[in-house]
């Protein structure tokens, strides 16, 4: 039976069945037609690698269709990276799948081909690991990074000192505060609670919640990841179509069942309006610098939708406006 997709359930982490020369580290790097962003990825890794028996480096590649990535891996590592090509392309969350159950190491960091991470992410995440035994996941400070690498935003602290979250599900429960580029988690985390599921945007924001709920999670303030925004990510493709939202509100009903029965309302309405909130300023962003006034639109009716309240509704009169106006000024009107 071929696998679909986009699982309902979240798929099933085998437990590894030879536990003996286990390294400590596996950095899983799942691509598909980034092969213009591959080689600073990777090469943000081997600059800080640790030795091969204590590292495991692996790129999982769906089946890409822009460049010869297994040569470019080759070139760019001299063998010391592993590299899996699917036979076809299962899409992201299976070859996420495929990143975790390939993994040796106890601690996972999934790092897409066209993320990076700066000199000092492993040993800071080393750190918090040895020091806060319990924890099922820790994080670092982030950035996001243009595709030139210019930096075009860096991510409020979550807290100023590096330690473990207090009250963390209630916070991650209500808005999306970080990258996949800037986690890792323990593989017996994974071999718990499955792997990624449902939807292709939003999925790791399900998963943050999911861990939260049963693990404690540590951060530093240190910013040592970079997440890239480009048009070719999966964030900019479902913005253009309005999937981003549709699935945004499965996984805000998904996160419900992860939160005590007495605060899943609150928390519901609250995730609600900071995701309305954000696509509102998505929706004007994208109007501002692209003109694009049908995906604008979209964003912001949509937004509106998903949480009917003053702030939303007066952003979203004030994007209708501006195209009104601006399509009566143009010429022959």
Same mark, same amino acid.
């Given at each position: ?82 590299? &899996? =090509?699917? #036979?076809? %392309?299962?899409? /992201? ?7 975790? $159950? ?124 970079? &997440? =890239?925004? #480009?048009? %070719?990510?999966? /964030? ?7 999937? $981003? ?89």
């Amino acid at each position: 039976m071929v696998n679909e997709r986009t699982p309902k359930f979240p798929p099933i982490i085998e437990p590894l069945k030879d536990l003996s020369n286990r390294p400590r580290w596996s950095v899983m790097i799942p691509t598909y037609n980034c092969s213009k962003y591959l080689k600073a990825c990777l090469e943000s890794v081997l600059v800080q690698a640790k030795e091969i028996q204590e590292m495991q480096i692996a790129v999982v590649d769906d089946f890409s269709t822009d460049d010869h990535i297994e040569e470019l891996v080759n070139k760019i590592s001299m063998g010391r990276i592993e590299f &899996y =090509r699917q #036979h076809q %392309n299962v899409g /992201s969350l299976r070859n996420f799948e495929t990143c975790i $159950n390939k993994s040796r190491g106890e601690l996972i960091h999934i790092l897409h081909g066209d993320d990076l991470v700066k000199p000092g992410f492993y040993i800071e995440i080393e750190q918090l690991f040895i020091k806060y035994s319990s924890i099922g996941a820790a994080f670092t400070g982030l950035s996001n990074i243009d595709k030139n690498g210019k930096v075009l935003v860096n991510y409020t602290p979550v807290q100023q000192h590096a330690g473990i979250i207090k009250n963390w599900l209630m916070k991650i429960a209500k808005r999306q505060l970080l990258q996949t580029c800037s986690i890792v988690v323990k593989r017996k985390v994974y071999e718990e609670l499955g792997g990624f599921f449902a939807v292709h945007y939003g999925e790791d924001w399900e998963m943050w919640v999911r861990i939260a709920s049963k693990f404690p999670v540590a951060y530093t303030p240190q910013n040592l990841a970079l &997440y =890239r925004v #480009h048009n %070719n990510n999966i /964030s900019t493709k479902y913005m253009s179509s309005g999937q $981003n939202i549709r699935d945004i509100k499965k996984v805000i009903n998904i996160t419900q069942n992860y939160l005590p029965k007495e605060i899943r309302k609150e928390i519901k309405a609250q995730a609600k309006k900071n995701f309305a909130i954000y696509y509102m300023f998505k929706a004007q962003k994208i109007y501002r610098l692209e003109q694009k006034s049908v995906i604008a639109l979209k964003q912001a009716t949509a937004a509106f939708m998903l949480s009917i309240n003053k702030e939303t509704l007066i952003s979203l009169l004030k994007i209708f406006v501006k195209i009104l106006i601006n399509q009566k000024s143009k010429p022959g009107r």
